[in-house]
């Protein structure tokens, strides 16, 4: 039996938002070189970026398997977590790292468009959250990681309210997670990064080196965030049995954005 309380072998993880280039297809990774079996899950139209991460786990001699899943619905959430758990019904983390960013200013955003930007962002998460909670209680056993962002508790200098909303409405449901499924053993926590370039998410800051410099220099380390390194630990902490007491947190990656 192994005593690295990182350690991951055996374990069945879902990871949803993983196509290659974002936050999420490291996330399946760092989970993957701890000896996790993957399995992960996109948008159908982010199809080949999906199978380019599969095919990055499989190099890593893991077995791995790819979903296609619209976290928006009811259906495919639920379907895509009972399909990532194991014969036996287990299912031992989930990452839910699927989002999307609007930025638009207020009076030019539509209805429909807040209404979507809270449906993938927080409406997702929340239908995740209640069908994994459902086969993690039931084994009273389980590790639940949300990611949200340094702007779950403030804003920024982009206009991009309905993002804002979402993303604070993550975090704290994350801790009302956490609170209805602590008595049964199942730790729910929530990742918070500032920001992490490149990713394809951010890709469209190339265009604007001025803001890249000063998004680096808002942070006290002076840098943006490495997706192919900076992450790994704090989610492996939370993942893991190295995290097992540790719930309801909001765990800030932002190089120390979030302490000025």
């Known amino acids: 039996m192994s005593t690295d309380v990182f350690d991951l072998t055996g374990r069945r993880a879902l990871v949803v938002g993983a ?4 936050l999420g297809a490291q996330a399946a990774l760092a989970l993957a070189r701890r000896g996790a079996e993957v399995v992960v899950a996109d948008l159908p139209s982010r199809g080949a970026d999906l199978d380019a991460t599969l095919g990055r786990l499989l190099a890593l001699g893991r077995r791995a398997r790819a979903l296609r899943c619209d976290v928006t619905r009811e259906d495919q959430a639920e379907a ?7 014969p ?4 031992d983390i989930l990452v839910n790292a699927a989002g999307m960013m609007l930025r638009r200013e207020v009076d030019q955003t539509s209805l429909d468009e807040w209404r979507r930007v809270l449906e993938v962002n927080l409406t997702g998460t929340w239908l995740l959250n209640r069908a994994a909670g459902r086969i993690m209680t039931r084994r009273r056993r389980g590790a639940i990681v949300n990611f949200s962002t340094v702007y779950a508790e403030r804003v920024g200098p982009i206009p991009e309210s309905a993002y804002y909303a979402a993303k604070a409405g993550i975090a704290n449901l994350t801790r009302s997670m956490a609170a209805e499924f602590g008595p049964y053993g199942v730790t729910v926590n929530c990742l918070a990064p500032a920001v992490f370039y490149p990713t394809r998410m951010t890709a469209p800051l190339a265009d604007d080196p001025d803001r890249l410099r000063w998004f680096a220099e808002r942070t006290m380390l002076g840098r943006l965030g490495d997706p192919e390194t900076d992450l790994e630990g704090p989610l492996l902490l939370l993942a893991s049995d190295a995290g097992r007491y540790m719930t309801g947190q909001i765990v800030y990656v932002d190089g120390g954005w979030s302490a000025w």
Do not use: K, S, T
């Open 80 to 86: 895509a977590v009972a399909h990532a758990a194991d």
């Open 19 to 22: 196509a290659e280039g974002g």
């Open 88 to 91: 036996d019904g287990r299912l």
